[in-house]
């Protein structure tokens, strides 16, 4: 608007000159004051120039300070992004690397415990696999040779599984089991450590002294009997497995009713 006003007056006063030929000394001074505020004018027009383009300077500055600052920020967070990516990408390789490890190890587990299966004989019965040993060994010798096969010395918890027990194993030899009274009077089964109460016992044996303080089973009589005996004393064992689960093994298992113990 000041520019606008400023252009009018400018006009008329190129349009005053014009229209005087011949200036009188009052016209004279009128054109003087005319020309003064003519430069007045000038120079404020140069300032208003000046101040608009140092204002558009500084807004085209302030912009891109920022536009700088924006792209930082944005650099930054993707700077940072970039880092947890990285970050979670090693822990996930890292992860894959020891879940392939232990993948590796647990074939060579179940590789060794193929052989094992492939070379005794475990009965299936009941989701649990039975291995009656031919070798005459002590109770801790047997407990060990049943551990280095995948197992343990037999742990009997119902009557089903003693009768199961009783129609498959040499019945002309006592068998090591994995029930011991270490702690006089306290029988402990070795697998779990739980506690067992003993019902079963043959005649004239029990809770006999402290030197009797592995147990075995008898099955001479018609039905399976427990009594202690010295744990030095070597006997053929009763070896148990809870791996009969597992499918790719049941080819290397006899179920129960295609046993036949001649073989």
């Known amino acids: 608007m000041v520019l606008t006003l400023l252009f009018v007056l400018l006009l008329l006063i190129t349009e005053d000159v014009h229209g005087r030929s011949c200036l009188t000394n009052e016209s004279k001074e009128d054109f003087d004051k005319s020309r003064k505020a003519l430069t007045v004018v000038q120079s404020s027009i140069g300032k208003v120039v000046n101040t608009l383009e140092s204002n558009h300077q500084q807004n085209i500055k302030t912009l891109e300070s920022a536009l700088k600052q924006t792209i930082s920020i944005m650099e930054n967070n993707v700077k940072k992004k970039t880092g947890v990516l990285k970050n979670n990408l090693g822990t996930f390789k890292t992860t894959l ?78 068998n090591w089991i994995g029930l011991t009274d270490l702690k006089e009077g306290e029988f402990r089964w070795t697998y779990d450590q739980s506690k067992a109460t003993v019902t079963d016992w043959y005649p004239g044996f029990g809770s ?8 075995a089973a008898n099955c001479k009589t018609n039905k399976l009997k427990l009594f202690g005996y010295y744990c030095s004393s070597k006997m053929q064992c009763i070896c148990e497995s809870n791996f009969c689960a597992l499918h790719y093994l049941e080819c290397y298992i006899i179920d129960k009713e295609n046993y036949n113990e001649s073989e």
């Open 97 to 174: 690397n020891s879940m392939g490890q232990k993948m590796k190890k647990l074939d060579t587990d179940f590789k060794v415990l193929e052989k094992v299966f492939r070379k005794t004989k475990w009965i299936k019965y009941d989701g649990h696999c039975y291995y009656y040993s031919t070798e005459i060994e002590d109770w801790f010798t047997a407990e060990r040779k049943c551990r280095e096969i995948k197992g343990y010395l037999a742990k009997l918890d119902k009557d089903e599984e003693k009768n199961n027990i009783y129609s498959n194993v040499n019945k002309s030899y006592d």
């Open 208 to 215: 006999k002294g402290t030197g009797l303080n592995c147990v």
